[in-house]
């Protein structure tokens, strides 16, 4: 029944052998990895917005400069990743590069900055992605937390499942979304240009005219560090080198310089409009879907735009789902993390880091209400402090090899660890108290988790190691060729007679022992004893406690006291097997619990016990 | 640690020879027996006017006459009972008389209408203490679920440390209630005699000059039938008459007519107060409450009174405490119930009795939101049904025995018999509607839980059973002097090492397996091989889908098809022991998944396999 609901959850499993790796295309590779860069735009306009609106109306008219200096850091940010990726032509993800280059410590540092901000993009995404859909529904406005967890589940299980990173799935939606976005941009500038659209006089609009209230150069670097989560997912690309045709690294970096090129001119075309119609942040409208109304109606091309929108968040969640896994089973391989996160599901995914990323995803989720600017401060902390460790080992990297051009790559690399550690700085004061701390106090956290973890692996290793013994002495045979073999009996029935009968055939040294805890049973076994004990003694334990466990513990350490040359004592316990599950219920665990308390239970002796168990099974 | 919050929890545990028996002198048991039935006083007469109030105030004046029926009752029913404690001197619960006179399914019925009584009497009582207290303090009437709930959980603890049924702990709160019952109900008559008390003339009882509407004799019979939770526990008695001090019988008989005489004239007496007040039903406050305001004004002897009520309404709740699972303990020795119920707990008491009780009246008390009146109508079914088996059983035994004035009992327990009858429809009927048909769907399904226990153990007994075998032949040994022993590897470390070791000292026919899992360790273990292997085969089995568990049962299946003549496989399981809880989050528990498949997983062979468990403890 239970390989059943495996089946109908997972699909039928996969051989090993079915791994297989896919080559994709230019235009392929775009749609595969940019989804989570180029859907940032459908928020990022909104997040600055959200921040100048606290100093008036009026304010929301600097987001365009902010939109400019986002822009730029956006052209150095991707020029630095461009040498990464020739750089690093098997695929340079931060963890690698900053393992590689600066060391351990920032290599751990860089991993638990990614592994947080996976979690934030599938939460931030996920949000904003039903934000887009009850922006059009109003009326699915007060289900958006129950939708978003829905989402989550849904990627999870198709994740499961084993989606490939198939370049056809992913076309369609992320071309949609270029096309629809840029369709709107130029509809909308024609149109403004044409004077056939202005801003509505609402009297919100009113008060614009009015200066700027409280602007302050703090709330203006707010607004800068919220539009940086423009810059999210810019590295995709190279981290997913190994998956593009030949020539790898020269057709990523054309792909990389082609994604920078759209998402800069998609986000600075919604942050113009956004400007020109004087849109205001609404609680129940995103500010793209208002763009939409506004320039588009409410027919058809409304509705494309509003689910291309929601369509590409998905997928960009959905990159998480294949990255969260990928990096948890990397350092799980490093024995950073559990080894369970190695292992290859049913159908060839890392399943136990899919379901990890859903749960915390949707903890985030509930705890945030479903709200995409409460996610927002949290964000990009990770993402910019994984730019710049990355980057930083960049730079060492080219110090090192001193290949051709080197002063050059290294001036480059270096001007985007400096950018990236200025906005992460600006980040972390203008987002502290409003979230970021959270990120701040989890990153070290992570990181001791993973050390702590480590050294585990690293004892075990040593301990189980079996360096420098000599296989003669070590594994020869144990002197004492007959084992002591005690046999637990509560009862003379045929379950005790089968585990006494496959005691006898082990050892000639066989004592059975029963621990008095009813004295009418106590009789009866004794009494039955003398026809089916075949010579076996018996011995009976006193317990005024009314436990079984503890008299059989002092008498096992009472035999080795009187035998210690021996180096183990063997217990048998019969275990009669119920036919039904539920009649498991109807019967004392007592042999299972003995078995833990002899097997795990390390404090009683000093000497290692080996537990039998001899299965009777009922038939009915 | 587990051993100290044990500790801490329970107390030290007493040794099995320290059960004794206390013999109480009629005071003491006086005060032991009948808090259930005298704590009834506290809301019986409630009941009756919250039904007659639906009429409109006027019926309320009804309640007297019908007080006087349910004391008539209450003597049938006493004099029934003092024939029972005559009849089983050793003690006659319901579940006994008719078990012994009506048979298996009558004592079944009896059973489990007393042991969802014995539930409803602590959920009863323990809503109407809180509300004695919340009458008092009104500001904690908000918190009365949470109240209750805590009430329950402490008196589980004191019963789980094993509060006796101590005479002098008892005799306080009890002779309390009954002195200051007395009190409120000699002071209140005196001064209505007197003319110094009379009732508020508030807008409510305006109304009270009018004539009843709406009345109606199903009105009358439902708070008649409400109104019979007074006759609740008067049966104690009969349960515990080896308590008593000799002759028992004769100090219980007279001990169960003092307490009859008790109720009737403090139940009669409030009844009357509430009448001549012209008390009506309150949420917020309870009739003996408002009685006592009036009476003794909202001083201390107010204070006094509804403490007193309070406690002794804790008792009625801690007399299940005591019931139910000793009545749970001689089902599960009948094999009724799981044996688990049998278990003496450290304090030698039934502690999964009373933790199954605690946790079923606290669910009753959270769903019906701790109002005592809704609860009422699930209240009385059982205990009218038990009343009435218990009756009929004793007229049989009387039939059966023919001793000294048989004719006389037969026909006292017959009216008691009929009487009870007559009141169990009455109560059925109207209540039906307002919840009794809960206890109705639950009684059969509780006898047809008791049937399939049984039957389960039965089959058990004789699937063990020994009976007719002969133990040379069947308990003779092995033909097969040497088991064929299969140790399962995954990686050639110290653990695997000595688990060899320990199979090499077992058998001759030892094979080592390895499941390639993954190719490279899959190889390195054949390289170690040669070297610890000390000449064991090893044998590599596929695993195309990454599974341990599917190919060691197919090569098992295998080995027993190449040897149909071996009675079991013997399968050694190396695991090493972490030194530290945590550490096992750290590992797949593959060698617990697979003892569990081979041990409990019957549908894999006909054939049983010995799991042996070789432990190998980790030091840090």
Known sequence: MLTFARKLIYGSPLPTAAEVHQRLTRVKALAVFSSD????????????????????????????????????????????YYQTIHGYPSGGGAYIVAYDNLGVWPGLIAASALLIDYVLTVAVSITAGVAAITSALPT????????????????MWANLRGVRESGTLFAIPTYAFILVFVALGVTGLVRLLGGRLAPPSSPTNAIATAGPSGLSLFLLLRAFASGCTALTGIEAISNGIPAFRKPEADNAGKTLLA????????????????????????????????????????????????????????????????????????????????RQLTNLGDRLVFANGIIALAVLASVLVIIFGGQ?????????????????????????????????????????????????????????????????????????????????????????????????????????????RWHKVIVLVS????????????????????????????????????????????????VVLESPYRSTLGPLLQFLEEVDQHEPERSLAVVVLPEFVPAQWWHHLLHNHTARLIKRALVYGREHSDKDRVVIDVPYHLQR
Chains 1, 2 share one sequence.
Not at 278 to 304: C, D, F, K, N
Not at 519 to 531: C, D, H, N, P
């Open 140 to 155: 699915l406005h007060q289900l958006r937390v129950q939708l978003c967890v829905l989402a989550i589940v849904l990627i």
């Open 491 to 538: 009862g003379v029935h045929r379950g005790t007679v089968a585990a006494l009968r496959f005691a006898r055939s082990l050892s000639r040294d066989v004592t059975a022992v029963v621990v008095d805890v009813e004295q009418r049973e106590t009789a009866r076994v004794r009494e039955k004893w003398t026809l089916w004990g075949h010579g076996v003694p018996l």
């Open 372 to 480: 995409t600017h409460r996610l927002i401060p949290l964000y990009a902390v990770g993402v910019f402090l994984s730019f710049t460790l990355s980057q930083a080992g960049m730079v060492r990297h080219w110090i090192r090899e001193r290949g051709a051009g080197w002063q050059w790559k290294v001036t480059m690399n270096g001007l985007g660890a400096a950018a990236t550690a200025i906005v992460l700085l600006i980040i972390v004061a203008t987002k502290l108290v409003h979230g970021a701390w959270v990120v701040i106090l989890l990153i070290p956290l992570f990181v001791w988790v993973f050390h702590i973890i480590k050294r585990h692996y690293v004892s075990l290793a040593q301990q189980l190691s079996l360096e420098g013994l000599r296989p003669e002495t070590w594994a020869g045979m144990a002197s004492d």
């Open 37 to 80: 860069a180029l859907s940032s735009v459908a928020y990022a306009t909104e997040e600055i917005l959200l921040v100048l609106i606290v100093a008036g109306p009026a304010a929301l008219k600097l987001s365009w400069p902010i939109a400019l200096a986002i822009a730029g850091l956006l052209l150095v940010v991707a020029t630095s």
């Open 259 to 338: 994604m920078a090129a759209l998402l800069t001119s998609m986000f600075l075309g919604i942050t113009l409009l956004a400007r020109s119609l004087q849109v205001v942040p609404q609680e129940h409208e995103t500010v793209v879907s208002q763009i939409g109304r506004q320039v588009l109606g409410a027919g058809l091309p409304y509705l494309i735009l509003q689910l291309a929108t929601a369509l590409i968040l998905v997928l960009a969640a959905n990159t998480s789902f294949a990255d969260f896994p990928r990096l948890s089973a990397i350092l799980a391989r490093d024995r950073y993390l559990p």
